[in-house]
């Protein structure tokens, strides 16, 4: 019953706030009652939970612990702008594989992994990408972007994931100029970006994000014990990955289209009450510079601007603060 399985998870995910009766589901798709039940029991065996009630039908309530490929493809097939995806059980580094399928194609694209075992942050460090607990992710974008545009890209992104945070755990989502996002001042959530092109524009943008959904407090070891957390430490509501990953797509799309056709500037307002740097004297390091100061202007290519005890100003395109 293979073959069936996508028609009606797609109508079940559709209608997961009600209940669709076999014999709907049955006529909707020109299928036998008996192909819709031997389809509802293989879902059942690939981890979905559905509740049945008489009269009633059934219901879509729970997902697999693991990404499922006919669900990921559901939601690829919404999205106006990505139209590949490819979803593993494990790799080395989804940025890595993104690198290697834009050899393939030219279309914008997806990859997902449940675990990474070499996931990667800035500057070749470690990203810790536990199994069936986050959102382990590269978007490659396709467009030729000028190149003084693409240091607003981070600005773009982090509000686009901050908001996606917000709107579906509820929690306080802040953003960490320029890559990261926190909740309660640990962090939840970092991504990276990576261009290709040539001398005069940028071709491709290779975002890669990582977010700790469904962690346990406890899950995070050594450092990241008292740096890290996810959602669901945050909020202590389980995060449906799949709903998650649906709505950040929605977002990152349409910021992606904005960093097109925006400036900075137009978001400006948004991005700073969403900023967790200001009016905090905080220690900058960007290579051998290290400035301990305070937040005093974000300008419109995306450098920031602190200012240190003296009054000196320090300019970065890039650096790593601590909070
Ligand atoms: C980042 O680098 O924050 C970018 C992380 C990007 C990860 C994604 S996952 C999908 C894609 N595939 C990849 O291989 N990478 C991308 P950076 O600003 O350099 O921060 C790295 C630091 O964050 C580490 O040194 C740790 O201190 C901390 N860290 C590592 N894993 C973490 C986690 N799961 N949650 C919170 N913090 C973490």
Not at 38 to 64: C, M
Not at 226 to 241: D, E
């Amino acid at each position: 019953m293979a073959k069936y399985k996508s028609d009606i998870l797609e109508l079940l995910y559709h209608n997961r706030s009600t209940y669709l009766s076999g014999q709907m589901i049955a006529e909707q798709l020109s299928i036998s009652r008996t192909a819709v039940w031997k389809t509802i029991e293989l879902l059942k065996q690939q981890g979905f939970s559905l509740s049945s009630v008489q009269n009633k039908g059934y219901q879509l309530t729970r997902f697999p612990e693991e990404w499922d490929q006919d669900m990921m493809a559901l939601i690829i097939k919404q999205s106006s702008y990505f139209k590949k995806r490819f979803v593993y059980k494990e790799v080395t580094s989804t940025q890595l594989v993104a690198k290697e399928k834009m050899l393939e194609t030219d279309e914008p694209f997806i990859v997902v992994s449940e675990v990474q075992t070499a996931g990667r942050g800035r500057f070749n460090r470690n990203w810790d990408s536990q199994g069936s607990k986050g959102l382990w992710m590269t978007a490659v974008f396709r467009k030729e972007v000028p190149l003084h545009k693409i240091m607003t890209f981070n600005l773009f992104m982090s509000l686009a994931i901050a908001k996606t945070i917000r709107r579906v755990s509820g929690a306080e989502a802040k953003i960490k100029w320029p890559n990261d996002i926190y909740i309660d001042d640990r962090k939840c959530c970092g991504f990276l970006t990576e261009i290709s092109g040539d001398a005069s524009a940028i071709q491709n943008i290779i975002c890669g994000i990582g977010i700790n959904l469904n962690h346990e407090l406890s899950d995070f070891q050594d450092e990241l014990a008292v740096k890290a957390t996810s959602l669901m430490a945050a909020t202590g509501q389980k995060i449906n990955r799949y709903q998650f990953f649906e709505e950040l797509l929605t977002e990152i799309e349409e910021a992606f289209q904005q960093f097109i056709t925006l400036e900075f500037s137009d978001i400006k307002e948004e991005y700073m009450q969403y900023s967790n740097i200001w009016q905090r004297k905080l220690r900058y390091t960007e290579g051998k510079k290290v400035v301990e100061g305070t937040a005093v202007e974000m300008m419109d290519d995306g450098r920031l601007i602190v200012q240190d005890d003296e009054g000196t100003l320090h300019h970065f395109i890039s650096a790593d603060i601590e909070l």
